[in-house]
């Protein structure tokens, strides 16, 4: 069975600090993997996603995620975060057509000003 | 505006009732999604829809039941036979149920059970 692990529950960091999120997943096929991003107050939405091709992506608001196919991982960075980054961020994966995602457990992300 | 509306926001339930959440979408998606969020579990799935009039049962489908009879509609019904169903329900939609489609969210409901 698929699953997800993200390994930081809950992230402290000061403005202009780099940010790294751990993530790994389990599954022996093909992946589509996913960043979401829940800010406070709104909707769960999407950072990026990896489904094919060149394995580090970009997504919105500076951030981006590698693929390392050997490690089962898709970690997730931004060089530099700002206040406005604080929110609760899920990782999660589709290894099959016609079934739905698997959300890792979140990390929580304070940034301080 | 294209989304997902999920309805009411805050919900209350006394015990032994059972209750239904609304999730409506208007972005022509084929797959419709439910989800449960607690604090420190992430997002757990409940039941999907790939198309009108089939549903599967997701991880955490025991004491939650849903039709699909139109595509723009998916309502959630939590029965009384859910043990624990103090939550936060987020409804969910993708173009299709190929793997790579992003899923859209609706903005969720707070069902609390007095």
């Known amino acids: 069975a698929q699953s997800v692990s993200q390994h930081n529950h809950h992230v402290i960091l000061s403005e202009a600090a780099s940010l790294e999120l751990g993530c790994n997943y389990s599954y022996g096929g093909t992946v589509n993997l996913f960043w979401y991003v829940q800010y406070p107050g709104q909707h769960l939405q999407l950072l990026l996603k990896y489904f094919s091709g060149d394995p580090l992506v970009k997504g919105i608001k500076g951030f981006e995620a590698e693929f390392i196919k050997s490690k089962f991982s898709f970690n997730l960075r931004k060089p530099s975060v700002q206040w406005s980054d604080t929110a609760e961020y899920f990782c999660a994966v589709n290894g099959k057509a016609g079934t739905a995602l698997i959300f890792g457990k979140g990390t929580t992300l304070s940034v301080s000003s | 505006d294209g989304g997902i509306t999920q309805s009411p926001k805050y919900l209350f339930r006394k015990e032994g009732q059972n209750v239904t959440l609304s999730c409506e979408q208007n972005?022509?998606?084929?797959?419709m999604y439910w989800y449960r969020q607690d604090p420190g579990q992430g997002l757990r799935l409940i039941y999907y829809s790939q198309i009108v009039n089939d549903f599967q049962k997701g991880d955490i489908a025991e004491g939650y039941s849903v039709s699909r009879e139109k595509k723009e509609s998916f309502p959630l019904t939590v029965t009384s036979a859910q043990k624990n169903p103090t939550a936060f329900y987020l409804c969910a939609s993708s173009a299709s149920g190929a793997s790579y489609n992003e899923q859209f969210f609706g903005p969720g409901t707070r069902l609390t059970v007095l």
């Open positions: 972005l022509n998606h084929d797959a």
